[in-house]
């Protein structure tokens, strides 16, 4: 009756339990008075605390109750003054946090620009490299066409005198006819070889600076690449070879393309051989169902076990202050994985030297459906 009663009370909002007796053990009937209330601690079922007070002059037999109610009362009071303080303090901390946060998400944004600034620079400056020798490099052709052109002038000239003062011969005009032919000969050469270097710079320094993706036969563009970079190994004894499939067209972005080639060639004339060592740089590229295998070999001195999962980081070179500036590899990877929506792996070519891997989507049949 008392369990009923009680748990009666519990569904009330009024807890304050009519009085009754009590039987106690020596069978002496007690009158009490109680009190009641709830205790509702955050994740806990409610509990009902009844307080009973007994009449002046009766056994205390329920101080120790009384006592221990008075306790979990103040026990109670103290959780919620230390819950108070923790969500005081939680709440501090999550501002603290949100600042913090604030700040490295700013700082992350400002090194990501830092970054894009620095590889935008590092592509500008390829370009500039690639300028300065094409420059150099059609300097030759035209220099020997101007002095080609120059000696059939002075054949013209002399020509011209012969027949003006009627001393001109047979074998005067058989001269001149071979004079004329060998400079020709010659001046018509330069002058196609100083064409193609400027048709293989005009198609390279557009594609990149343009996002344009276009379809391209792979072969003939490494050979428009290699042609633009020939200045940078044209004085020593490294030889590049173009082993790409023949007629393997693509659609892709060639400017990512000439990037990928181009850091990886530098690479390795910075990194895998000495001074006036010979060597060779291969370029492998092949169809494998709907993807595009370009492999690049170059018999070197190879990557280091302890550089190898670094290679593609940022800023990471051996060679500071030998013209590395850590950006090459980073590059390839970022255009690899991004631009091209590829993969690259890396690793030592066998006796010796390095080896890159690149698998990348060929999206021509893609290019037609969508035509």
């Known amino acids: 009756q008392v369990s009923a009663y009680l748990r009666q009370c519990s569904r009330s909002r009024n807890l304050l339990p009519a009085p009754f007796k009590w039987r106690a053990a020596n069978a002496e009937d007690t009158g009490l008075r109680w009190q009641g209330f709830m205790l509702r601690a955050e994740g806990m079922p409610p509990q009902v ?7 002046s002059g009766s056994a205390n037999a329920f101080q120790s109750l009384n006592h221990e109610i008075e306790k979990q009362q103040e026990a109670l009071r103290e959780l919620q003054k230390i819950r108070a303080s923790l969500e005081m303090r939680v709440e501090e901390r ?67 005198s012969a027949f003006e003062d009627g001393s001109m011969k047979r074998s005067t005009l058989e001269r001149f006819i071979g004079h004329g032919t ?53 004085r020593t004894s490294i030889q ?34 000495e001074p006036d060592q010979p060597g060779e740089i291969r370029i492998i590229a092949e169809r494998r169902d709907d993807a595009i295998r370009l492999m690049y070999r170059d ?6 076990a302890e550089h190898i999962d670094r290679i593609f980081d940022p800023f990471f070179t051996t060679k500071r202050g030998a013209g590395g500036s850590g950006l090459g590899l980073h590059i390839v990877y970022n255009l690899v ?35």
């Open 240 to 273: 590049v070879v173009n082993a790409c499939d023949a007629g393997l067209n693509i659609h892709t972005h060639p400017g990512a393309i000439y990037q990928v080639i181009s850091n990886l060639i530098l690479n390795s004339l910075v990194h895998a051989f």
């Open 299 to 304: 018999d070197g001195k190879g990557i280091p």
């Open 182 to 234: 060998q400079a020709s000969t010659i001046l018509l050469t330069n002058l196609r070889r100083a064409a193609e270097l400027i048709s293989s710079f005009k198609q390279v320094a557009v594609d990149q600076s343009s996002d344009e993706w276009r379809t391209l036969d792979l072969h003939s563009y490494v050979d428009e690449i290699l042609t633009s970079l020939q200045p940078k190994w044209k």
């Open 94 to 160: 999550t501002r603290d946090l949100q600042a913090s946060n604030a700040d490295l998400q700013h700082t992350v944004e400002t090194l990501k620009k830092t970054q894009n600034q620095l590889v935008h620079a590092e592509k500008m400056a390829s370009l500039g490299g690639l300028v300065a020798g094409i420059s150099h490099e059609i300097n030759t052709p035209i220099g020997v066409g101007v002095t080609s052109a120059s000696n059939l002038e002075e054949e013209i000239a002399k020509l011209r």
């Open 337 to 371: 994985t991004g631009t091209l929506k590829g993969a690259i792996t890396s690793g030592n070519n066998t006796p010796h030297g390095a080896a890159f891997d690149i698998v990348f989507p060929d999206y021509l049949e893609e290019n037609k459906q969508c035509a």
């Open 49 to 55: 605390v009844l307080r009973c007070a007994v009449p």
